[in-house]
């Protein structure tokens, strides 16, 4: 899944030509979903299978919550860190007319943090709840 999102996400930022882009490789508006739209949303879901499957194994090599949520925040900070320098080299070789902080790899590194320290502090329970607070406040 993760090499089908990846080449999925080639696909929609390189479609070929801008002035003539096929409708489901640009996002909708406002209403409605495009095969774009679910790019970003199977990252954030391949993040927590991975993070999951990450959590069992440290705890079953004997790693403490602490080293667990320690080792979490590293991996948010690697990937906003990521993130922020990847945006740096575009915006500096390419002359883009803005430095863009709020990128897609600072928001994985955002979700990894929250929802890694969630988990590991609360559990599976405080992990349903903030899931169920979270859909209905949206």
Known sequence: MRGATIAGMIVVNNPGTWSAVYP???HAEWHGWTYTDT??????FLVGVSMALSFG??????????????????RAAILVGLGL???????????????????????????VLFAGLIYLVGGARASAWAAATLLLVY
Not at 39 to 44: A, E, S, T, V
Not at 57 to 74: D, P
């Open 85 to 111: 320098f990847l945006n740096l080299v575009g915006f500096l070789a390419l002359h883009r007319e803005h430095y863009r902080i709020p990128g897609v790899l600072q928001r994985i590194g955002l979700c």
């Open 39 to 44: 790019i970003f949303p199977f990252f954030l």
């Open 57 to 74: 194994a440290g705890r079953e090599s004997g790693a403490t919550r602490s080293a667990l949520v320690r080792k979490t925040v590293v």
């Open 24 to 26: 489901p490789l640009r």
